[in-house]
């Protein structure tokens, strides 16, 4: 039988109550503290200050909007423990899932937009910089990493930058996560909390062989997921970090300019 009207409800205000106790993983990145004023000078200037204002204030969102996601998780993952299997799963289905898929694609589309912000922004930057700069990068959707460590090249906080980025969405979390965010957009993921997917699975072998494999995904438990999307939010902040170190030496530069 369904959940009635009022069982939602009183699950709901529980949340609520549990959200009140929950310590997030870090304290919310402060925007009065990375404020990018309008004080540069340079052909390129315009592009590059409305760019870094733009960029720096969607990451700080992402990372926040991240550490708020997660603090609901952990509350929610509180409420459904005394509930019966049957009961949670409607939890789950009203509640839970949408907050649970959001805060396990956040380390991947995180990573991917600082990659993409600090390659648009170094390379005007590079406009001062290079004498030989021409205005050719490639466009928004051919910007990965690699990219980012040419037009990188030579700045001397990037390599601070890129070893924290590196360990953003890294491979102990694919792990954690079953690669929960690779499978969901391209093929089949685990259920959250409930449920066995992929019960046949193909494994091509190094022999030209096929080995076939029965048994099925388990579905992931927010006890084993949630201690690793803390730990993701801590590296997003830290690449935060190295970000901003990386602006604050291409500001003095853009600052110098007679």
């Known amino acids: 039988m369904e ?3 009022k069982d939602f409800i009183n699950a709901y205000i529980k949340y609520r109550e549990e959200l009140e106790k929950v310590s997030i993983p870090n304290p919310y990145l402060d925007y009065d503290k990375y404020v990018i004023t309008n004080d540069g000078k340079g052909k390129q200037w315009a592009p590059f200050y409305f760019m870094a204002k733009d960029f720096t204030r969607e990451l700080l969102n992402s990372i926040n909007q991240f550490n708020t996601y997660l603090g609901r998780l952990i509350a929610w993952n509180q409420v459904m423990k005394p509930y019966s299997e049957h009961e949670k799963l409607y939890l789950l289905l ?16 995180i990573r991917n937009r600082f990659i993409f912000a600090s390659t648009h922004l170094l390379h005007q930057s590079n406009s001062i910089k290079r004498a ?18 040419k ?10 930058f890129v070893g924290a980025l590196a360990v953003l969405n890294d491979e102990a979390f694919k792990r954690i996560s079953e690669d929960y965010r690779n499978k969901e ?38 006890d084993t997921i949630i201690p690793g999307l803390q730990d993701q939010h801590n590296k997003a902040v ?21």
């Not at 050719?136 to 990965?144: C, F, H």
């Open 3 to 5: 959940l009635e009207t």
């Open 238 to 258: 830290e690449v935060f970090y190295g970000y901003w170190e990386l602006i604050e030496e291409q500001l003095q530069i853009w600052k110098a300019q007679p």
């Open 132 to 149: 030989d700069w021409k205005d050719d990068l490639s466009k928004d959707e051919s910007i990965k990493f690699n990219i980012l460590e």
């Open 185 to 222: 957009h391209h093929a089949l993921p685990p259920g959250i909390e409930m449920g066995i997917t992929t019960t046949i699975s193909r494994h091509p072998l190094g022999d030209r062989s096929v080995r076939y494999g029965l048994g099925g995904q388990q579905p992931l438990s927010l």
């Open 151 to 160: 037009v990188g090249a030579g700045w001397s906080t990037i390599n601070q």
């Open 94 to 109: 009203e509640f839970v899932e949408p907050i649970a898929k959001s805060c396990l694609n956040y380390p991947y589309q």
